[in-house]
Nanobody
Framework: QVQLVESGGGLVQAGGSLRLSCTAS????????MAWFRQAPGKEREFVAA????????YYLDSVKGRFTISRDAAKNTVYLQMNSLNAEDTAEYYC???????????????????WGQGTQVTVSS
């Protein structure tokens, strides 16, 4: 079992920044990737960013490229999402997820991930 705890969400004005954190505990020895997804009211959960734990390759949703940065601290079992130049379209519940092993599916898809956090709300006021 793996537990993921997100923090760092909140209310911010358009153009502002937030940094989300997600710390993993429990069975953290094996890990393939960690990612952030988001879900706005009435919409499906969508991929935002992912990082391959070994090597650090990163992947982003097109609309956040150049504004968001995903990073990890292996010693702390923590992944971060630095979000800059936020706009109203970024308003959503943000979820952290982890995949324990590579099974052939893309890091952009929900089914790749084995465990999910409870989410942290990000609200951007315009």
């Amino acid at each position: 079992q793996v537990q993921l705890v997100e923090s760092g969400g909140g209310l911010v004005q358009a153009g502002g920044s937030l940094r989300l954190s997600c710390t993993a505990s429990g069975h953290t020895f094996n890990r393939y990737a960690m990612a952030w997804f988001r879900q706005a009211p009435g919409k499906e959960r969508e991929f935002v960013a992912a990082i391959i734990w070994t090597g650090g390759a990163t992947y982003y949703l097109d609309s956040v490229k150049g504004r968001f940065t995903i990073s990890r601290d292996a010693a702390k079992n923590t992944v971060y999402l630095q979000m800059n130049s936020l706009n109203a379209e970024d308003t959503a519940e943000y979820y952290c997820a982890t995949a324990l092993a590579y099974r052939g599916s893309s890091v952009l898809t929900l089914r790749t991930y084995d465990y999910w956090g409870q989410g942290t709300q990000v609200t951007v006021s315009s």
